[in-house]
């Protein structure tokens, strides 16, 4: 597919998104190119079209949660990838410095599987009705999911490096503070690792979509006090495992109180914007042994598990979707409907141009 046009979009800066063209080169021979289906709109996304992550650059064509149909391969790439099979996309480390041979390939200091084309424009340029990848980085999609859950690839992956992160061990009681598209899928995959799963939020729609999953108890925070919820339901003992799936310094509170006595631990899994607070105190934190978890990105190994849980249907994440799907050529709209509150994630239909 020689000098195959593409359109792709790019924020150019706060509330302006627009669609661009430009001619693809030609494929390396370890490369794919994919017939792109569709990309969500991730908070990250929509918060920079927001103007609340100017820091990361504009012109910004970036987008991460997509998929595609493979329409083309390299001459290198192995036969496990054939032309007509789905793939996601994970991360593409140079395999040999520290950080790669670590498991940690997000963190790569020679990253690979750049994009080479518009390079004026930041980002991988997935707001595209084609894109260029690396044989190394795809991952197959099962094709009896809809094409909006299958792009939920990249989000799993970074919840289960969380839950991984957490050490969280069958019949443990987990909180997921937040029942938002994250939350939902958090507290998901918590289940699949064996957790009894307790959800809180302050928003009807976001209560009443956590109920509809059936997945564990859904506490209503504007209603109930959720510590005490989460004591009543645990015998007085606390949770085990708490997942702040919401930057705000109130949950973040919450979420700590609501830990057990002795060795709670505590996960922050988003940013938040404006910066929250967490407030610890060092002693009570020495005390009881009381661990604090960062956790982001994911490694190969959480994409591998991510693509099975997708794939085998052990998650479901049509319950992080808003059911809006936008064409790209309307690629602000869909950045608007995005950031409008309260909704779970926006589709675009990458062939919409």
Not at 122 to 133: Q, R, S, V
Not at 205 to 222: F, L, N, P, T
Request: hydrophobic share 40%; proline share 4%.
């Amino acid at each position: 597919m020689k000098n195959q046009e593409i359109v792709f979009g790019a924020i150019m800066a706060k509330h302006e998104a627009k669609v661009h063209k430009t001619v693809l080169p030609e494929l390396k021979p370890n490369e794919l190119l994919l017939k792109m289906e569709t990309c969500n709109i991730c908070t990250t996304d929509y918060q920079q079209w927001m103007g609340l992550r100017d820091h990361y650059g504009f012109p910004m064509a970036a987008g991460h949660e997509f998929c595609g149909i493979i329409v083309e391969k390299g001459a290198a790439v192995p036969d496990t990838l054939q032309i007509g099979d789905r793939v996601g996309q994970g991360y593409s480390g140079c395999g040999y410095c520290d950080a790669c041979r670590s498991g940690y390939e997000s963190e790569c200091v020679n990253p690979g599987g750049g994009v080479s084309y518009a390079t004026d424009f930041l980002g991988g340029k997935a707001f595209a009705n084609y894109k260029i990848i690396t044989a190394d980085s795809a991952y197959k999609l099962s094709k009896e999911i809809p094409a909006a859950e299958a792009s939920f690839l990249e989000p799993v992956a970074t919840v289960v490096q969380c839950v991984r992160k957490a050490r969280i061990r069958p019949t443990e009681n987990v909180v997921v503070l937040g029942a938002g598209t994250m939350g939902l899928v958090n507290a998901q995959v918590a289940k699949a690792w064996g957790a009894r799963v307790m959800i809180t939020d302050i928003s009807e729609k976001k209560v009443a979509r956590a109920k509809e999953m059936g997945i564990g108890e859904v506490i209503h925070s504007k209603e109930t006090d959720p510590v005490q919820a989460v004591k009543e339901l645990t015998d007085g003992v606390g949770a085990d495992v708490v997942i702040a799936a919401v930057g705000n310094t109130l949950a973040y509170w919450q979420g700590m109180e609501m830990l057990r006595h002795f060795r709670g631990r505590f996960v922050v899994f988003p940013a938040g914007y404006p910066k929250p607070e967490l407030e610890i105190d060092p002693n009570e934190m020495h005390y009881r042994k009381t661990e604090v978890i960062g956790s982001y990105e994911a490694t190969d190994y959480d994409f591998l598990l991510a693509s099975k849980l997708l794939n085998y249907q052990l998650i479901h994440t049509k319950y992080s979707l808003e059911n809006i799907t936008i064409p790209l050529r309307n690629i602000n709209d869909a950045f608007s409907a995005a950031a409008t509150p309260d909704n779970y994630r926006v589709t675009v239909d990458l062939q919409g141009i």
